[in-house]
């Protein structure tokens, strides 16, 4: 099994910054793709940003420039720096990963959410 463990959520104003992280643990062989993505009240699910193993990234419209997704691959984490927040970043934001296991099997992991409150 594999397991992604997100932190680093909190309550932010507006023009402020926060740094999520999120480590995978478990029986990995491999992680290809790893990514963040945010639901807020009443929306669906939506792609923040994507990294892959090689580092190749893409990011939404809505947080190009202020947002900058990495990752360690040595610790399995990866990270989204959100600087310039605004009221509209608020959400739970999870962390997605796409991982080959010791079942050598591909599979599609989620985190269990962080809360990201931006107050304006």
């Known amino acids: 099994q594999v397991q992604l463990v997100e932190s680093g959520g909190g309550l932010v104003q507006a023009g402020g910054s926060l740094r999520l992280s999120c480590a995978a643990s478990?029986?990995?062989?491999?992680?290809?793709?790893m990514g963040w993505y945010r639901q807020a009240p009443g929306k669906q699910r939506e792609l923040v940003a994507r990294?892959?193993?090689?580092?190749?990234?893409n990011y939404a419209d809505s947080v190009k420039g202020r947002f900058t997704i990495s990752r360690d691959n040595a610790k399995n984490t990866v990270y989204l720096q959100m600087n310039s927040l605004k009221p509209e970043d608020t959400a739970v934001y999870y962390c997605?990963?796409?991982?080959?296991?010791?079942?050598?099997?591909?599979?599609?992991?989620w985190g269990q959410g962080t809360q990201v409150t931006v107050s304006s």
């Open positions: 990294i892959t193993s090689g580092g190749s990234t």
């Open positions: 997605n990963a796409d991982v080959l296991s010791g079942g050598n099997s591909w599979s599609d992991y």
């Open positions: 478990g029986s990995i062989l491999i992680i290809n793709r």
